[in-house]
């Protein structure tokens, strides 16, 4: 098969790099044969990795490169000057058109640098935001800005709001997606000076179903499909949903364990249980796309397992098939 997604990944970034990296790459090409990994890193480290698979070999390709960024770098020196990083590699792959997207574990700051300064911005689109999706009782929402733009402005948001109900439609298939602002109440004046000024825009833009206000307790029950807000906002949100999520899962299975009928108990429920919770599993949902850029860029983890990059791989596929930043770019440079 010829025609492929390619996708250009950072091989050696992340705490679980590189096993865990090039182990979610060679899950993805087993399991769909559209997609094409460019695994960037250094070449004999890759190929020692990779000894015991069995995998399409067509659908691999290593790309040397003797650098690493370190999550400890400042992000636009370390993009300056290392040019032969896996990072940087990854990113040029976009850049050039070899690859439609790139998917890294590694540093964030280099990555949304990056991500601006190689790959580009979409004509129009002001800010590009970090955009995570995230469990909810009724199936998942989008998280828009949770990390790269930390002192947005009111016409920011409102991209963010676009931008986020196209991939929603597009990717996740919720028709006519639900948009709302984060806010300390759901009456339209409160909030900040920010919140305040941005919600008559989001109020009165036709290309949104925007509900209005969002309280960050009604975020997990499904209320809204798409949520914005700036990312200092959204970073905290998306941490301490990991980190409830994680002490739920801990309790729940520690309170199942505590006498002999709480064990019998769970072992009838173990499969519902399992499965209930597999829904709440962040690494299911892929890693978070960069959006408004000139191609995909998606961020994972830094402790992501196989699981997380082989979805993250995966969703690329759809994101390019359904040609989500043609539809920004036709969004953004005719309305704005």
Do not use: W
Request: glycine share 10%; with cysteine.
């Amino acid at each position: 098969m010829g025609d492929y997604v390619n996708v250009a990944l950072d091989a050696m970034g992340g705490d679980n790099a590189p096993k865990e990296i090039i182990k979610g790459a060679i899950e993805a090409i087993n399991e769909n044969n559209k997609v094409k990994v460019y695994l960037t890193g250094k070449g004999d480290v890759i190929k020692t990795e990779l000894e015991g698979y069995t995998y399409p070999e067509e659908q691999l390709v290593i790309i040397n490169a003797e650098e690493i960024i370190e999550n400890a770098e400042p992000p636009v020196m370390a993009i300056r000057k290392k040019k032969d990083s896996s990072l940087v590699k990854a990113l040029n792959l976009v850049k050039d058109g070899t690859c439609d997207a790139y998917v890294s574990a590694g540093s964030t700051g280099a990555t949304l640098v990056g991500g601006q300064v190689i790959v580009g911005r979409i004509k129009g689109v002001e800010r590009p935001p970090l955009a995570p999706v995230i469990p909810t009782e009724n199936g998942c929402a989008l998280l828009v800005d949770c990390g790269a733009n930390v002192d947005a402005r009111p016409s920011h948001l409102v991209q963010f709001a676009k931008m986020g109900s196209i991939y929603m439609e597009n990717v996740m298939n919720v028709k006519s997606p639900k948009v709302a602002i984060v806010n300390i109440g759901a009456e339209e004046d409160k909030g900040n000076a920010l919140v305040k000024e941005t919600f008559p825009l989001l109020k009165n833009c036709p290309d949104i179903n925007f509900i209005g206000s969002i309280e960050a307790r009604d975020i997990p029950s499904g209320m809204a499909d798409v949520i914005v807000c700036e990312a200092f906002v959204g970073n905290v949100i998306l941490k301490m949903y990991e980190g409830v999520g994680a002490t739920l899962i801990k309790k729940v299975k520690a309170g199942m364990m505590t006498t002999l009928r709480s064990k019998i108990g769970a072992l009838l429920v173990k499969p519902a249980l399992k499965q209930t919770l597999k829904a709440f599993d962040l690494e299911q949902y892929g890693g978070a796309p960069m959006l408004g850029l000139n191609g995909l860029v998606v961020k994972t983890h830094g402790s992501s397992t196989s699981i997380e990059i082989k979805n993250s791989i995966l969703q690329c596929i759809t994101f390019k098939e359904q040609r989500i930043n043609e539809k920004i770019r036709e969004k953004i440079t005719v309305q704005d």
